[in-house]
């Protein structure tokens, strides 16, 4: 995965807000700036904010704006827990049709887009096949693989967020499998919206970080940000790149997250196209200027393989993407090649 290799001074600044860790550094900004890190843990991942340059009310604000989206999509955007999400997948499941809001209609509409775009790679509507593998839950890993033939159910009525047929935002679905699990591209909305949230209070220089999925907003006091890129097995350091004002990194991984049966490790990342988990390959990274879509296809690239690697990266329109598959090798897009700093 991927961490940011600038170390942030950690000079604690007394605060009320709880569960929040603030960092100070010193920095050569106008009066009353200064940079400050902010901590928080939200939906199952640790998330860091570093703002360049901010006054103290508007890092504040942003702490307050930030907490309160992060609760919010925690909950809404969660199948396995009442909130919307849930709501809307009983509702598609009884064979209703139900009012979805804005933002979240937004999503899945995407959700849609890139399952037709990865010629279903990408799918944000196979919840049911999640449960059966119980990736979404410590307590529900079964103790035995999945029943073949209730895969075969299952895929057999092709689900995927496509299947949704939309009158204005009310959601509905003729299949009886679709249901939404939106873990394969939430990550790239939140970082999203936390640009929303942080441009609107006139913070230009910034970097979200999302459990290693990353934007930069700006730069990190007049230089473009740096991260560096850890190898999937041992984690060591492997490349660095820089990384421009806009960009999002998002980095794919089958090594994190796994559940384990019968003494065997399956991925998080499931193939539509079988209904079990990924092994062929490792991680996948990409950068691009929309969050959303990187997090689609980082997802995307881990299904396809290297086999898939290049009719992906055009079908996305990445200019920098990376894939590294079970045997090592590394496939990388032209540009990405340019802009990466292999260490030796
Ligand atoms: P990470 O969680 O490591 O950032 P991803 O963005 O690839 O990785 O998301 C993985 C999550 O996406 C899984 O936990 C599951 O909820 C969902 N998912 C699994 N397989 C797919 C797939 N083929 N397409 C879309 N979403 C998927
Ligand atoms: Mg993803």
């Given at each position: 995965?991927?961490s940011?290799l600038?170390?942030?001074?950690?000079t604690?600044?007394k605060?009320?807000w709880?569960?929040?860790v603030?960092?100070?550094?010193?920095?050569?900004?106008?009066p009353q700036?200064?940079?400050?890190?902010l901590?928080?843990?939200?939906f199952?991942?640790?998330?860091?904010?570093?703002?360049y340059?901010?006054t103290?009310?508007?890092?504040?604000?942003?702490?307050?704006?930030?907490?309160?989206?992060?609760?919010?999509?925690?909950?809404?955007w969660?199948?396995?827990?009442r909130?919307?999400?849930?709501?809307?997948?009983n509702?598609?499941?009884?064979g209703?049709?139900?009012?979805?809001s804005?933002?979240?209609?937004?999503?899945?509409?995407r959700?849609?887009?890139?399952e037709?775009?990865?010629?279903?790679?990408?799918?944000?509507?196979l919840?049911?096949?999640?449960?059966?593998w119980?990736?979404?839950e410590?307590?529900a890993i079964?103790?035995?693989?999945?029943?073949?033939?209730?895969?075969?159910?299952i895929l057999a009525?092709?689900?995927?967020?496509?299947?949704?047929?939309w009158?204005?935002?009310?959601?509905?679905?003729?299949?009886?499998f679709?249901?939404?699990?939106l873990?394969?591209?939430?990550k790239?909305?939140?970082?999203?919206?936390?640009v929303t949230?942080?441009l609107?209070l006139?913070?230009?220089n910034?970097?979200?970080?999302?459990?290693g999925?990353?934007?930069?907003?700006?730069?990190v006091?007049g230089?473009?940000?740096r991260?560096?890129?850890?190898?999937?097995?041992?984690?060591?350091?492997i490349?660095?790149?820089?990384?421009?004002?806009?960009?999002?990194?998002?980095?794919?991984?089958?090594y994190?997250?796994?559940?384990?049966?019968?003494g065997?490790?399956?991925?998080?990342?499931l193939?539509?196209a079988?209904?079990y988990?990924?092994?062929?390959?490792?991680?996948?990274?990409?950068?691009?200027?929309?969050p959303?879509?990187?997090?689609?296809?980082a997802?995307a690239?881990?299904v396809?393989g290297t086999?898939?690697?290049?009719?992906?990266?055009?079908?996305?329109?990445?200019?920098?993407?990376?894939?590294?598959?079970?045997?090592?090798?590394?496939?990388l897009?032209?540009?990405?090649?340019?802009?990466?700093?292999?260490i030796?």
């Amino acid at each position: 995965m991927i961490s940011i290799l600038p170390v942030f001074c950690s000079t604690r600044l007394k605060g009320n807000w709880p569960s929040l860790v603030f960092a100070a550094t010193l920095c050569a900004c106008g009066p009353q700036q200064h940079d400050q890190r902010l901590d928080f843990y939200a939906f199952g991942t640790e998330v860091s904010v570093t703002l360049y340059s901010v006054t103290t009310p508007q890092a504040q604000s942003a702490t307050e704006q930030l907490q309160a989206h992060y609760a919010d999509v925690g909950h809404n955007w969660y199948p396995w827990r009442r909130g919307e999400l849930h709501a809307i997948n009983n509702a598609m499941r009884s064979g209703s049709r139900i009012d979805v809001s804005p933002r979240l209609a937004g999503v899945i509409r995407r959700a849609a887009e890139f399952e037709l775009i990865s010629g279903g790679r990408f799918n944000a509507g196979l919840g049911r096949l999640t449960e059966l593998w119980g990736l979404h839950e410590i307590s529900a890993i079964p103790s035995t693989l999945p029943k073949k033939a209730d895969i075969t159910a299952i895929l057999a009525d092709s689900p995927g967020a496509a299947r949704i047929d939309w009158d204005q935002d009310r959601a509905g679905t003729r299949s009886d499998f679709v249901m939404l699990d939106l873990g394969g591209i939430a990550k790239g909305a939140i970082l999203e919206d936390s640009v929303t949230i942080l441009l609107d209070l006139g913070i230009s220089n910034a970097i979200i970080n999302i459990g290693g999925d990353l934007t930069v907003l700006g730069n990190v006091r007049g230089r473009p940000a740096r991260i560096g890129i850890r190898s999937p097995g041992n984690r060591s350091p492997i490349a660095s790149l820089s990384v421009d004002d806009g960009e999002t990194v998002v980095t794919s991984g089958i090594y994190e997250r796994f559940v384990e049966i019968a003494g065997i490790r399956y991925a998080h990342i499931l193939d539509p196209a079988t209904g079990y988990p990924v092994d062929h390959a490792v991680s996948a990274t990409v950068i691009h200027v929309d969050p959303v879509l990187a997090d689609a296809a980082a997802t995307a690239l881990i299904v396809g393989g290297t086999d898939e690697f290049d009719a992906l990266t055009e079908a996305f329109g990445l200019d920098l993407a990376l894939l590294i598959d079970s045997s090592g090798d590394v496939r990388l897009t032209p540009s990405m090649r340019e802009r990466l700093h292999w260490i030796e």
